[in-house]
Protein backbone atom coordinates (compact mmCIF):
# COMPACT_ATOMS: atom_id res chain seq x y z
CA UNK A 1 0.00 0.00 0.00
CA UNK A 2 1.65 3.04 -1.14
CA UNK A 3 1.51 5.79 1.42
CA UNK A 4 2.59 9.80 1.59
CA UNK A 5 3.66 11.29 4.97
CA UNK A 6 4.81 14.87 5.05
CA UNK A 7 7.15 16.36 8.10
CA UNK A 8 8.87 19.80 8.58
CA UNK A 9 5.68 22.32 8.87
CA UNK A 10 5.41 24.48 12.12
CA UNK A 11 5.08 27.84 12.89
CA UNK A 12 7.50 30.54 11.91
CA UNK A 13 8.24 34.61 11.94
CA UNK A 14 7.82 36.32 9.19
CA UNK A 15 11.01 36.22 6.78
CA UNK A 16 11.78 32.79 8.56
CA UNK A 17 12.42 29.45 6.49
CA UNK A 18 11.04 26.01 7.27
CA UNK A 19 11.82 22.52 5.11
CA UNK A 20 9.37 20.50 4.12
CA UNK A 21 9.90 16.92 3.47
CA UNK A 22 7.37 14.31 2.09
CA UNK A 23 8.38 10.49 1.64
CA UNK A 24 6.31 7.60 -0.22
CA UNK A 25 6.60 4.36 1.21
CA UNK A 26 5.66 1.28 -0.22
CA UNK A 27 6.82 -1.08 -2.76
CA UNK A 28 7.44 1.62 -5.91
CA UNK A 29 9.09 1.44 -8.40
CA UNK A 30 9.00 4.78 -9.82
CA UNK A 31 7.26 8.29 -9.39
CA UNK A 32 6.41 10.85 -12.04
CA UNK A 33 6.12 14.51 -11.19
CA UNK A 34 5.53 15.30 -7.59
CA UNK A 35 4.73 18.55 -5.62
CA UNK A 36 3.66 20.57 -3.20
CA UNK A 37 -0.20 22.18 -3.14
CA UNK A 38 -1.29 24.64 -0.32
CA UNK A 39 -4.96 25.66 1.15
CA UNK A 40 -5.60 28.19 3.01
CA UNK A 41 -8.94 28.39 5.10
CA UNK A 42 -11.53 29.69 2.73
CA UNK A 43 -9.26 29.16 -0.26
CA UNK A 44 -9.05 26.44 -2.75
CA UNK A 45 -6.06 24.20 -2.81
CA UNK A 46 -3.57 25.79 -4.95
CA UNK A 47 0.12 24.56 -6.71
CA UNK A 48 3.06 25.48 -5.08
CA UNK A 49 5.96 23.70 -7.05
CA UNK A 50 6.41 20.29 -9.01
CA UNK A 51 9.11 18.71 -10.38
CA UNK A 52 9.15 16.20 -12.71
CA UNK A 53 10.85 12.54 -12.41
CA UNK A 54 13.92 14.21 -14.34
CA UNK A 55 14.05 17.45 -12.21
CA UNK A 56 12.11 19.90 -14.10
CA UNK A 57 10.63 22.28 -11.62
CA UNK A 58 7.55 24.51 -12.04
CA UNK A 59 6.52 26.77 -9.69
CA UNK A 60 3.55 29.98 -8.61
CA UNK A 61 4.43 33.13 -9.21
CA UNK A 62 3.99 34.19 -5.82
CA UNK A 63 6.95 31.63 -4.50
CA UNK A 64 9.26 32.16 -7.47
CA UNK A 65 12.91 32.83 -5.83
CA UNK A 66 12.06 31.92 -1.85
CA UNK A 67 10.89 28.56 -2.45
CA UNK A 68 13.48 25.48 -3.90
CA UNK A 69 11.37 22.10 -4.73
CA UNK A 70 13.75 19.24 -4.82
CA UNK A 71 13.71 15.08 -5.28
CA UNK A 72 15.24 12.01 -4.35
CA UNK A 73 14.46 9.34 -6.25
CA UNK A 74 16.34 6.80 -4.84
CA UNK A 75 13.94 7.91 -1.39
CA UNK A 76 10.84 8.35 -3.39
CA UNK A 77 11.37 12.16 -1.32
CA UNK A 78 10.22 15.00 -2.26
CA UNK A 79 11.39 18.63 -0.41
CA UNK A 80 10.02 22.12 -0.51
CA UNK A 81 12.45 24.63 1.10
CA UNK A 82 10.49 27.92 2.01
CA UNK A 83 12.46 30.71 2.40
CA UNK A 84 11.41 34.69 3.18
CA UNK A 85 8.14 33.21 4.52
CA UNK A 86 5.22 35.55 4.13
CA UNK A 87 2.20 35.71 6.74
CA UNK A 88 0.39 34.76 3.30
CA UNK A 89 2.26 31.38 3.02
CA UNK A 90 0.26 30.43 5.82
CA UNK A 91 -1.43 27.47 5.17
CA UNK A 92 -1.97 23.36 4.92
CA UNK A 93 0.85 22.24 2.35
CA UNK A 94 -0.34 18.80 0.80
CA UNK A 95 2.68 16.40 -1.12
CA UNK A 96 1.37 15.17 -4.45
CA UNK A 97 2.72 12.53 -6.68
CA UNK A 98 1.06 12.19 -9.84
CA UNK A 99 1.67 8.71 -11.27
CA UNK A 100 3.04 5.98 -9.42
CA UNK A 101 4.53 2.54 -10.43
CA UNK A 102 4.02 0.12 -7.87
CA UNK A 103 3.10 -3.76 -7.65
CA UNK A 104 2.99 -4.05 -11.25
CA UNK A 105 0.65 -1.57 -12.43
CA UNK A 106 0.66 2.71 -12.43
CA UNK A 107 -1.62 4.39 -9.77
CA UNK A 108 -2.54 8.04 -9.94
CA UNK A 109 -3.09 10.98 -7.68
CA UNK A 110 -1.72 10.21 -4.47
CA UNK A 111 -1.55 13.12 -1.58
CA UNK A 112 0.06 12.77 1.73
CA UNK A 113 -2.35 14.23 4.64
CA UNK A 114 -0.96 17.87 5.29
CA UNK A 115 1.55 19.59 7.45
CA UNK A 116 0.56 23.07 9.11
CA UNK A 117 2.81 25.71 7.89
CA UNK A 118 1.86 29.15 9.81
CA UNK A 119 3.51 32.22 9.24
CA UNK A 120 2.86 34.40 12.23
CA UNK A 121 5.04 37.18 14.20
Known amino acids: QVQLVESGGGLVQPGGSLRLSCAAS????????MGWYRQAPGKQRELVAIISSGSSTNYADSVKGRFTISRDNAKNAVYLQMNSLKHEDTAVYYC???????????????WGQGTQVTVSS
Open 96 to 110: NADKIYSGGYYSYDW
Open 26 to 33: GSIISIDT
